[in-house]
C-alpha cells in the first residue's frame, strides 16, 4: 500500500531547469528521511541529495552541488529536487525513496521506499 510517485521528468536542452515533484502515501512520511538517486544506462545507481526528516538538513552529491536543491513539504507527503543549469551527464531515470530511521543515508540499500523512476533528458 506505501507508494512514491514521482513526476516532473522530461526531456530539456543543457541549460534549462527541470522540478521533480516525489508524492507518497500510505505511512506518514514526515518523520521519515529522504533522498533522490539516479541511474543512467550501463551505470550503477548514485546518490544525488537527501534530506532530513524535519527540512532542516541536507546533502548534495558533489555533481549537483550548486545546482540542485532539495526539499519537502511535510504537510503534502512531498519531496521536490529542483534542478538547474542541466548537463547532459544529468540524463538518468531519478528516483525518490524514504527511510525508517533517525538520519539520512547515502546507501541506497538503506532505504526502505522508493518510486518507479521519472526520466530525464538534457539534450546538447
Known amino acids: 500500500q506505501a507508494q512514491l510517485v514521482e513526476s516532473g521528468g522530461g526531456l530539456v536542452q543543457a541549460g534549462g531547469s527541470l522540478r521533480l515533484s516525489c508524492a507518497a502515501s500510505?505511512?506518514?512520511?514526515?518523520?521519515?528521511?529522504m533522498g533522490w538517486f539516479r541511474q543512467a544506462p550501463e551505470k550503477e545507481r548514485e546518490f544525488v541529495a537527501v534530506i532530513s526528516w524535519g527540512g532542516h538538513r541536507t546533502d548534495y552529491a558533489d555533481s549537483v552541488k550548486g545546482r540542485f536543491t532539495i526539499s519537502r513539504d511535510n504537510a503534502k507527503n512531498t519531496m521536490y529536487l529542483q534542478m538547474n543549469s542541466l548537463k547532459p551527464e544529468d540524463t538518468a531515470v531519478y528516483y525518490c525513496?524514504?527511510?525508517?530511521?533517525?538520519?539520512?543515508?547515502?546507501?541506497?540499500?538503506?532505504?526502505?521506499?522508493w518510486g518507479q523512476g521519472t526520466q530525464v533528458t538534457v539534450s546538447s
Open positions: 525513496a524514504a527511510r525508517r530511521g533517525d538520519s539520512y543515508s547515502y546507501s541506497a540499500r538503506s532505504y526502505d521506499y
Open positions: 500510505g505511512p506518514t512520511f514526515s518523520t521519515y528521511p
